[in-house]
């Protein structure tokens, strides 16, 4: 039997996902104790959104902050710390920002213009 590149990958995707469907069943006594187990299939490179770069720093990162804006199932655009925009020039968002919400130092979710705008 000749071993092509797509038969390889073929056979490789299989036995991960028959041992990750294995490994992935949990026991009896763990099922029914109310506990949750997490696991990830690498270790997080950093914490810090601003220099991870991985896959998995990423995967993390939408369970523990929240963004501007969410993707429902067909990818439009849906609010989430931002309740509403517009686009006032080509260049210029308006966002208006969830009341309510704090960081978890306790300070209020605000935000200033930038560039800030003139009053005149």
Not at 43 to 49: A, E, I, S, T, V
Not at 84 to 110: C, I
């Amino acid at each position: 039997m000749e071993m092509t590149r797509r038969k390889l990958l073929q056979m490789a995707m299989g036995a991960g996902v028959a041992s990750g469907a294995l490994a992935a069943r949990p026991s009896r006594a763990r099922a029914s104790s109310g506990e949750l187990v997490v696991a990830m299939s690498s270790d997080l490179g950093h914490l810090d959104p601003r220099v991870e770069a991985g896959v998995p720093g990423w995967a993390m990162f939408q369970h523990i902050f929240d963004g501007f804006v969410w993707r429902n199932e067909r990818t439009d655009p849906i609010p989430c710390l931002v309740t509403k925009w517009e686009q006032v020039s080509p260049t210029t968002l308006r966002w208006t920002l969830r009341r309510g919400v704090k960081f978890h130092n306790g300070e209020d979710f605000t935000a200033v213009s930038f560039p800030p705008e003139s009053n005149t």
